[in-house]
């Protein structure tokens, strides 16, 4: 199998090289790359269709849009892990003109000034073929990258994920844009992480987080290999550290979760913030993140991606 290699375009923009067969991962595509890719990364860390607190259903909404009034092609690569089974998932494709998901090269370019919706992107995926359909039962998490051929200015192309769950007859979610992949990307992210389900009065809220190894190297290259991330909490009362460090083993381009922070960390009693250091400590990819506040009562998140913490 051949993999994609990587070079810089400009400052704001990932030039992604890719031939048969390539992916961000090293192991096997779901589907082989016919044409390359080269232009404006942008990275979507998490997506994915996952079974939530009581088996509550939550699913990725996907808009990817050309900003630009030049028509491009637009290719993704999608790697992610089966819940269920831990098996490695690896496609690529193209969105077409008509906004569907095709094979990479096949079905025209995006138009100019224009937006592909996809109301489940898992789903869109296994209508497409290009993944199966008990994926939708097992679920999955990962992240995607987009690659806006041709294009080298921060901006020409974006994409955005909403992840959405049915509750009291209507829809609750969070939302993350994507990010533009640029010269020397972080190996260390850190975010703030509240848990005040103690406290007498005022939101009851949780933390979750979830780590993303880009796949990619400072320099834009491809990274080879697993990436070990080392996370520690730092008490917002002392800046002192706090709780039990821990490590996390990510393969390139996948997405880990880390549910309930502060009790992950084991933060003392009486500390509801923490401040999360997470750094690359072996490997050579760069890592992102992302930090999420959960209301304990109503279900509804907010998401913010982490800051880049290697200063």
């Known amino acids: 199998m051949n993999r994609k290699t990587i070079r810089l375009a400009a400052v704001l923009g990932l030039a992604v090289s890719a031939s048969a067969g390539a992916a961000r991962a090293s192991g096997p595509r779901a589907e082989a790359v016919a044409a390359s890719s080269c232009g404006l990364g942008v990275n979507l860390s998490v997506v994915g269709r996952l079974i939530g607190a009581a088996d509550t259903l939550y699913t990725s909404t996907v808009d990817v849009s050309n900003n630009a009034a030049t028509d491009t092609q637009v290719d993704f690569y999608l790697d992610g892990?089966?819940?269920?089974?831990?098996?490695?998932?690896?496609?690529?494709?193209?969105?077409?003109?008509?906004g569907d998901l095709v094979a990479v090269g096949t079905g025209g370019a995006m138009r100019g000034r224009s937006n592909a919706h996809?109301?489940?992107?898992?789903?869109?995926?296994?209508?497409?073929?290009?993944?199966?359909a008990s994926i939708e039962a097992d679920g999955i998490l990962g992240s995607v990258m987009f690659v806006f051929n041709g294009f080298d200015k921060s901006g020409e192309g974006s994409a955005f994920v909403r992840f959405f769950s049915a509750y009291g007859g209507g829809t609750i979610g969070q939302a993350l844009r994507g990010h533009e992949i640029s010269a020397n990307e972080p190996r260390a992210v850190m975010a703030a992480f509240?848990?005040?389900?103690?406290?007498?009065?005022?939101?009851?809220?949780?933390?979750?987080?979830?780590?993303?190894?880009?796949?990619?190297?400072?320099?834009?290259q491809l990274s080879a290999g697993d990436t070990t991330v080392h996370c520690q909490a730092y008490a917002n009362s002392t800046g002192q550290p706090v709780g039990t460090p821990?490590?996390?083993v990510i393969s390139p381009g996948q997405?880990?979760?880390?549910?309930?922070?502060?009790?992950?960390?084991?933060?003392?009693?009486?500390e509801d913030t923490v401040l999360v250091y997470a750094t690359a400590t072996s490997g050579s990819a760069t890592i992102a993140g992302v930090a999420v506040e959960i209301d304990d009562t109503t279900k509804d998140g907010s998401v913010v991606e982490m800051n880049r913490a290697d200063f």
């Open 81 to 98: 892990k089966n819940q269920a089974t831990s098996e490695s998932i690896h496609v690529a494709g193209s969105v077409s003109t008509a």
């Open 118 to 132: 996809f109301d489940d992107f898992i789903d869109s995926l296994v209508q497409s073929g290009m993944l199966p």
């Open 194 to 220: 509240r848990d005040s389900r103690a406290q007498s009065s005022g939101p009851r809220l949780y933390a979750n987080m979830f780590i993303n190894n880009t796949g990619l190297t400072s320099s834009g």
């Open 246 to 248: 821990f490590d996390l």
């Open 255 to 270: 997405t880990v979760s880390i549910s309930d922070v502060l009790r992950k960390v084991a933060a003392p009693p009486g």
